[in-house]
């Protein structure tokens, strides 16, 4: 039986976590899909494939940061996206599926906390479900099995170091 699972807070980590998930998962056999909502940028996590087959990563963002309210081609690039994993999640077609920064795209209104509830409450038992990203809406805290809160108490940021590829990107 899968269960679901909740990394949210403002802390750094909270996608780092998912796919050291995701690794471990791979590494015992299993098939693994990761869907990264609002991100459209070039991560270094993109090239996971390459190394571990039985990993997918696909993005559903822009390629841009979200300032102020979201376009239209935003709001269309997450429904889109969650069109497709919410496929995956219904019919079990992977044993692990990430959605990253879901609970963000569900606070800035790309998509709304129901139709999220809606797919997980019809999922298929065969598949462990992660949601990653800040403000995680209290229905997902409370629907989740596992929720970690990844707190941010001390960060380089604040001396002024810029992310660095491999470490934040």
């Known amino acids: 039986m899968g269960y679901v699972h909740v990394y949210t807070g403002n802390g750094k980590g909270k996608t780092t976590a998912a796919f050291g998930l995701a690794l471990r998962a791979a590494c015992a056999g299993k098939s693994v899909y990761i869907g990264q909502f609002i991100k459209g940028m070039k991560y270094s996590e993109l090239d996971v494939?390459?190394?571990?087959?039985?990993?997918?990563?696909?993005?559903?963002?822009?390629?841009?940061?979200?300032?102020?309210?979201?376009?239209?081609?935003?709001?269309?690039?997450?429904?889109?996206g969650f069109e497709k994993v919410s496929k995956y999640i219904l019919d079990g077609t992977f044993d692990l599926i990430i959605l990253d920064e879901i609970n963000?795209?569900?606070?800035?209104k790309l998509l709304t906390t129901d139709e999220v509830l809606q797919v997980l409450k019809n999922r298929s038992e065969r598949s462990e479900i992660v949601l990653t990203g800040r403000y995680a809406p209290r229905e997902?805290?409370?629907?989740?099995?596992?929720?970690?809160?990844?707190?941010?108490?001390?960060?380089?940021?604040?001396?002024?170091?810029?992310?660095?590829?491999?470490?934040?990107?």
């Not at 696909?58 to 889109?80: L, M, S, T």
């Not at 940021?157 to 934040?168: P, S, T």
């Open 140 to 169: 997902f805290i409370d629907y989740a099995d596992l929720v970690s809160e990844i707190v941010e108490v001390k960060h380089y940021y604040q001396k002024g170091v810029q992310a660095r590829k491999g470490i934040e990107f």
């Open 104 to 108: 963000i795209a569900v606070y800035l």
């Open 49 to 80: 494939p390459k190394y571990i087959p039985n990993i997918i990563v696909e993005q559903f963002g822009r390629g841009c940061f979200i300032k102020g309210a979201p376009a239209q081609e935003d709001i269309d690039a997450a429904k889109n």
